[in-house]
Nanobody, 120 residues
Framework: VQLQASGGGLVQPGGSLRLSCAAS????????IAWFRQTPGKEREGVSC?????????????YYADSVKGRFTISRDNAENTVYLEMNSLKVEDTAVYYC?????????WGQGTQVTVSS
């Protein structure tokens, strides 16, 4: 089982990035997927999450931290077994290492982080 986070980079304030969380060895649609971020000296904080398929269909519950609401969008591409985090109107304070997490009641997997740096 492997989660691969990618898409980070250096961007100017106001810019955009799209992070990807791709999986091998598990079907992401069975898991609640969350993005966290962490800066040096601070605890890892939750940014956004999307529910699993649950009872079926294409309807998912999503959650956003207040600090990113209206700017970030989480989505799934089940055909690609990937979850995305679209980040717009980026701010300097969004600078962090971003991690994806896949969880059920009995399983919990972390991807390696991807660095996002917002700087002029």
């Amino acid at each position: 089982v492997q989660l691969q986070a990618s898409g980070g980079g250096l961007v100017q304030p106001g810019g955009s990035l799209r992070l990807s969380c791709a999986a091998s060895g598990l079907s992401l649609d069975d898991y609640t997927i969350a993005w966290f971020r962490q800066t040096p000296g601070k605890e890892r904080e939750g940014v956004s999450c999307i529910s699993n398929s649950g009872s079926g269909g294409d309807t998912y519950d999503t959650y956003y931290a207040d600090s990113v609401k209206g700017r970030f969008t989480i989505s799934r591409d089940n055909a690609e077994n990937t979850v995305y985090l679209e980040m717009n109107s980026l701010k300097v304070e969004d600078t962090a290492v971003y991690y994806c997490n896949a969880a059920t009641v009995t399983s919990n997997y972390w991807g390696q982080g991807t660095q996002v740096t917002v700087s002029s």
